[in-house]
């Protein structure tokens, strides 16, 4: 009897210990930060006869092939904090809010790209590619105070399938013929920054909230299928933050589950 009570206690001892750690580690940090995100297409080039077009201030591009094809179309749309789409709608549970507030570990959309897919007589793999060049601005609680410019550049490249059968694999969607963006996955990696003392982790994802799009990855890349017809799809990307743990907390942290588990043996064998 003892002997366990020494073990309640301990263990009580370690489990206080633990809390107390990631109660003092997120203590300190601010309850939100603010983001500006700016982004234009550049580089746009046409590798076949696409007739591709850059509009609206490079925020647009179009493309349809035969003069008489219905023109095909990408918007790139980009917000702040307070203007993104997360603060109105929550498809996934796991954004936005009603505090109007960018918190932690919410994904929030930072670019938007709207898709209107026509079927158009020009086909060919690597019809054309551009760049979304982008800077992502992360400001303080005082939405003042600059604390990260992340100047980024997305490179895409758009493939037209031929829209007869039988359609290349894998041909998710099912139409008649699904086509396809490509872009690398590493330019979505994560980002650091910094802010009273602490590091702050930025990740970074691909959400696909109104329209049917198929994200996949494949070598290295992101690959973007969507439908062969004129439905608008949209694909957002959306960021969200987290505070690094120290170094000395995750150590304390792990020597306490270490000690917790050697006394959990410990008493097992008595």
Request: charged fraction near 15%; hydrophobic fraction near 35%.
């Amino acid at each position: 009897m003892k002997t366990s009570n020494k073990f309640t206690l301990t263990t009580a001892a370690i489990a206080f210990a633990l809390g107390t750690l990631s109660t003092n580690a997120l203590a300190d940090a601010p309850s939100h930060f603010h983001f500006n995100q700016t982004s234009s297409f550049q580089n746009e080039t046409d590798f076949g006869n696409a007739d591709l077009q850059l509009n609206n201030s490079g925020m647009m591009l179009s493309w349809g092939g035969l003069a008489d094809d219905p023109l095909s179309t990408l918007t790139l749309n980009t917000f702040s904090d307070a203007t993104s789409p997360s603060n109105n709608d929550d498809p996934d549970g796991d954004i936005g809010t009603d505090d109007d507030q960018w918190n932690s570990s919410e994904w929030f959309t930072i670019s938007r790209l709207v898709g209107v897919n026509n079927v158009i007589s020009e086909f060919g793999l690597n019809l054309w590619a551009a760049d979304i060049v982008s800077n992502l601005q992360i400001l303080a609680p005082n939405n003042i105070d600059v604390l990260l410019n992340d100047p980024n550049t997305v490179n895409v490249t758009y493939n037209e399938t031929s829209n007869s059968l039988p359609c290349p694999a894998p041909n998710p969607l099912g139409t008649q013929c699904d086509d396809f963006f490509v872009s690398p996955l590493g330019d979505f990696d994560p980002v650091f920054f910094d802010y009273l003392d602490h590091t702050y982790r930025l990740d970074f994802r691909l959400d696909t909230p109104f329209g049917a799009v198929e994200i996949q990855q494949d070598n290295g890349n992101f690959v973007i299928y969507t439908p062969e017809n004129n439905n608008p799809i949209t694909l957002d990307v959306q960021v969200h933050w987290e505070k690094v743990p120290e170094p000395g907390s995750l150590a304390l942290m792990s020597l306490g589950l270490v000690m917790a588990g050697g006394l959990a043996a410990r008493r097992k064998q008595k």
